[in-house]
């Protein structure tokens, strides 16, 4: 779903119409993180098994994630 829909989020057109969650998952996508994002926030049994390879494999993307979209840094002034 995400790379069919990410050709039409490239024209300003065209993503104003689909849903900003969506968006969002592009980005993710795009940002190489949403395999984190699908691990942390929409788990089940099954991917909840996975984790602890995944942790070991990937733990980077997994502090990336979590810098970036879940605890962002705060603005300087």
Known sequence: MV???A???KSKDKAK???PALLALIQLDH???LEPF????RADAGIAQD???YRSAHRDLLRRY???YVVPKTPSS
Do not use: K, P, Q, T
């Open 3 to 5: 790379s069919v829909l």
């Open 7 to 9: 050709v039409d989020a």
């Open 17 to 19: 119409n689909i849903d």
């Open 31 to 33: 940002a190489g993180l």
């Open 38 to 41: 699908v691990l942390f926030n």
């Open 51 to 53: 984790y602890a390879a």
């Open 66 to 68: 979590l810098d970036e």
